[in-house]
C-alpha cells in the first residue's frame, strides 16, 4: 500500500521536482501540493496524508508554526522537513515542534526517499550532513531519539562498518571476521539502512568522526 503524501513548497518548480521524484518510486503517492502555510494545513485537515513534505523556506516562524499546528490537529500526518536550511537553531526547532525528518535540498534525491521510508517505519530521519554536529547541541531527550537508530547497531554490523571504512571488500571482510561473504552482505544492508547512508565515503566519514579507525 503507497504512502499517500503532500507537498509543499513555495516554489513551483520545486514541487513539481519532489512531486516527480515521489510519484517514480513505487511507495509513495502524492494527493495533493501546497504553496502556503493556511493551504497546506487545509488540505492535510480534509485529505488526512501519511506524510506532508514541506519547505521551511518562508519567513519568521510560519515554518515552525505550521509542524506545530500539524501536529495538533492532523496528529496521524507526519512532517517531513526538505529544506535548503541547514541551521542548528532551525533544526531544532522543528525537531521540537514535531518534524519527525529533515533533509537539506542539496542532498541526492535517492536520500529523500530514504527518509520517507524512514518516517513511514516509525523511525526519526536526520540527514547525517545536520545530524552530527546537531547532536551535541540538542536537549539530552531529543539526542536520544536521534541517535536511536546509530546506538543500535550490533557488535557484528560495527566490525563490518570498520572494514568497509578500511577500504576491504565484501570477501576480504568476510575472510576477516570468518563468516560468509553472504552474511557480510546482510550486515552492511543493515546498518546501512540504521544509518541511512549508502555511499562508501559517508561511511568512512561517520567512522572516523565516532574513532572506529583508531
Not at 488540505?43 to 523556506?57: F, Y
Not at 515552525?64 to 541547514?86: A, F
Not at 514535531?98 to 516509525?122: F, N, S, T
Amino acid at each position: 500500500m503507497s504512502s499517500r503524501i503532500i507537498v509543499m513548497d513555495v516554489h513551483g518548480i520545486t514541487r513539481a521536482g519532489v512531486c516527480a521524484l515521489l510519484e517514480s518510486a513505487d511507495s509513495f503517492e502524492v494527493v495533493a501540493q501546497a504553496s502556503d502555510r493556511d493551504e497546506t494545513l487545509a488540505l492535510a485537515r480534509s485529505l488526512q496524508p501519511d506524510i506532508v513534505v514541506l519547505a521551511l523556506g518562508f519567513p519568521g516562524r510560519d515554518g515552525i508554526g505550521l509542524i506545530e499546528q500539524l501536529r495538533d490537529k492532523v496528529p496521524n500526518t507526519i512532517p517531513l522537513v526538505l529544506s535548503m536550511h541547514e541551521d542548528d537553531s532551525l533544526v531544532r526547532s522543528a525537531l521540537r515542534a514535531g518534524a519527525r525528518g529533515y533533509v537539506p535540498k542539496r542532498a541526492p534525491a535517492e536520500d529523500l526517499i530514504d527518509a520517507l521510508h524512514a518516517v513511514c517505519r516509525g523511525e526519526m530521519y536526520v540527514h547525517h550532513s545536520v545530524a552530527g554536529h546537531l547532536i551535541t547541541h540538542l536537549d539530552p531527550e531529543l539526542a536520544r531519539t536521534v541517535t536511536e537508530n546509530t546506538a543500535s547497531l550490533t557488535h557484528r554490523e560495527i566490525q563490518v562498518l570498520r572494514n568497509i571504512a578500511l577500504g576491504h571488500t565484501n570477501k576480504e571482510t568476510a575472510e576477516l571476521m570468518s563468516i560468509s561473504a553472504r552474511t557480510v552482505e546482510r550486515h552492511r544492508a543493515s546498518l546501512t539502512s540504521k544509518l541511512c547512508m549508502r555511499r562508501r565515503s559517508e561511511l568512512v566519514m561517520y567512522a572516523r568522526e565516532r574513532g572506529l579507525l583508531d
